[in-house]
Structure formats: structure tokens, C-alpha cells
């Protein structure tokens, strides 16, 4: 799990002393004893009352949708499997929380206050930093762009992730990104009505047909009808669709679709779903800088997408 996801369990604990002094602000789920609550449904109704104005260190409607809170012990000092790099910002996490839990109701809710106000600051020097949506690229300059810059630097797959689901962003008003190296199947979901339409599984190395195939086998168990395999990468050949097609359909009922580089997937994107290049080309630059913030690709990464993407538009302009 990445540190930041600390920052919005933080938050969630923060409104939940605010709103009942009596919980207990050492557990996070409601069977934990009669002062137990639900710490993922705190930090999540705070993720949906956001609207922008404040960063809670993930762009995710569901920031706690990750281990060790998911699947983990129902009282956070209980937690064991901490990533050794995660590890300092656990301890700090917990400490608040013990702290936390000394506070009176209004004490709570002022901790509380404070703590979006850190955020608000945070979120207006992320939003500083950010594209602006009228970046003057080309749909062409902004797809090599972007073909390039995924390419670069994968980032342990974190880049092409991010990518795909800004490009689904684009299109559909609810798009899941798994956390990295997450056990569940498909990296990105698009989603509708807390059902999974489709699933997208994202490879940044070279994938063959049985990587398609457990796509497909995993869109069945989660009752999706389709699933998108997208591969972006120097190394792979070619997939060989229309056997995998045939055989996905035949043995689990599922149609996969094969995208097998960036032009590739905005354009079945645009099509498939009834959009315009148009709209792509004047959110994509935002939305993939949102969702890379959220899948934290480097800063290095974030700036350098942001200089490539002004870059080419100034050049453009000067034409």
C-alpha cells in the first residue's frame, strides 16, 4: 500500500471522532466491539463529498480499498503486514490515532477542521502545478506524446495503468485504478452501478494469448460480458486476436478486445463508446494527470508529462 492512502484514512478517522465521540479511533471496522466502526465507509463518504476541494492524498472514490485495511484485523495497532517502506508512515498513522482518541467531541472537530485545511492547501498547489485543460496539442502530438512519455520509464507499470484508466475517464463517469501489484484481476474497471461493466488488465511487458485468456476467465467470475487487454511495450510481438476472440467466447462467454499500443486504445475507445477524438484530446492531458498523482507515478514523471505536453503544444502554436 502507498503512504498516502495513510492521508485518507487519517481523514476518515478525523470525521468519525467528530461526528461520535465514542468510537474507538484505533479500529476501522465495526466488529472490532461496541465502539467499532466502519473507517473505510468514513474515509470514502469523505473521498465523495470532496468535489474538489481538498487532496486526500488519492484522487480514489474508495482510498481504503487496499491492504493491510482491506482483508486486515479489525483494530489498525493489530496491523502486521506493513511494506517495510510504508512502515514509518504506519507508525506515525497509529500515534495520531492514539492521540486522536483522547480528544473531546469539539476538540475532534476542530482536529478535523485543521486537517482540511492542510489539504485544501495542498490540493490548490497540486492544482498550480497541474495541466491547464486548454493545453493547445494536437489529437496526433498528444498521442505520440503520450506513446513516448508511457515508454520511457514504466514505473513498475504504474504509467500505462494511469493511462488507460484516463483514457476510459474520457468516456465513462466511473472508472476504477487497482492499487499496484494489486491480487485482483484487472488493473482498471470501468464500472456502473457498483457492477463491473468491463475489465482492463494493462501490461507494460510482453504478453501472450494466455494472458488473454485469464482476462477472460476473470471477467466471467466477476460477471462482466466483456474485458480489454491493453500492452504497451517494445518487446511485444503481436497477439494473433481473432484466435483469442474465438476462444474466449467459446470457453467462458466473455469478448476480449486487444489494444496493443496508445493510439490503439483512444481510438477503440472513441469509437466503441460513441465519443469524440475531440473531447479526448482536451481532457486526456488533465485526467492522465490526475490519475497519476493518484497511482503515484514520481514527481520526475509528473513534471515531465507536463513539460512534453506544453512543449509540443507551444511548438504547435508557433506554426
Known amino acids: ?29 465495526q466488529s472490532a466491539g461496541s465502539h467499532g466502526y466502519s473507517l473505510r465507509s468514513a474515509a470514502e463518504l ?48 497509529r500515534d495520531c490515532l492514539v492521540d486522536l482518541d483522547s480528544l473531546a467531541g469539539d476538540e475532534a472537530a476542530q482536529a478535523l477542521a485543521a486537517f482540511l485545511r492542510v489539504r485544501m492547501s495542498t490540493g490548490d498547489e497540486a492544482e498550480q502545478a497541474a495541466l491547464s485543460s486548454d493545453s493547445g496539442i494536437g ?50 474497471r470501468v464500472v456502473r452501478d457498483s457492477i463491473v461493466q468491463f475489465p482492463v488488465e494493462v501490461k507494460q511487458v510482453a504478453a501472450d494469448e494466455a494472458v488473454a485468456l485469464e482476462l477472460a476467465s476473470a471477467a466471467q467470475q466477476m460477471g462482466a460480458k466483456s474485458a480489454l487487454l491493453f500492452v504497451v511495450a517494445q518487446d511485444h510481438r503481436p497477439l494473433n486476436r481473432e484466435r483469442i476472440r474465438r476462444k474466449a467466447m467459446q470457453t467462458y ?39 497519476m498523482r493518484e497511482h503515484e507515478v514520481s514527481i520526475e514523471g509528473q513534471q515531465r508529462w507536463k513539460e512534453m505536453v506544453e512543449a509540443r503544444g507551444r511548438s504547435q502554436g508557433d506554426l
Open 1 to 29: 500500500m502507498g503512504v498516502k492512502t495513510y492521508i485518507a484514512a487519517l481523514g476518515g478517522a478525523l470525521l468519525a471522532k467528530a461526528t461520535d465521540p465514542e468510537v474507538d479511533s484505533l479500529t476501522q471496522d
Open 46 to 93: 469523505l473521498a465523495k463529498e470532496n468535489k474538489g476541494r481538498y487532496h486526500l492524498g488519492t484522487a480514489s472514490k474508495n482510498p481504503l480499498n487496499n491492504r493491510p485495511f482491506l482483508g486486515g484485523p479489525s483494530r489498525i495497532d493489530e496491523f502486521e503486514k506493513i511494506h517495510p517502506k510504508a512502515r514509518p508512515a504506519y507508525l506515525l498513522f
Open 139 to 188: 489529437i496526433e502530438q498528444l498521442l505520440g506524446v503520450a506513446e513516448r512519455f508511457v515508454q520511457q520509464e514504466p514505473e513498475h507499470g504504474r504509467r500505462a495503468q494511469a493511462f488507460a484508466a484516463a483514457v476510459l475517464d474520457c468516456a465513462f463517469p466511473y472508472v476504477e485504478l487497482q492499487p499496484i501489484h494489486s491480487p485482483h484481476p484487472g488493473d482498471v
Open 253 to 291: 462467454g466473455v469478448s476480449v478486445e486487444i489494444c496493443e499500443s496508445v493510439r490503439e486504445l483512444v481510438g477503440a475507445v472513441a469509437v466503441f463508446t460513441g465519443g469524440s477524438l475531440e473531447a479526448i484530446q482536451r481532457l486526456l492531458p488533465t485526467r492522465y494527470a490526475a490519475r
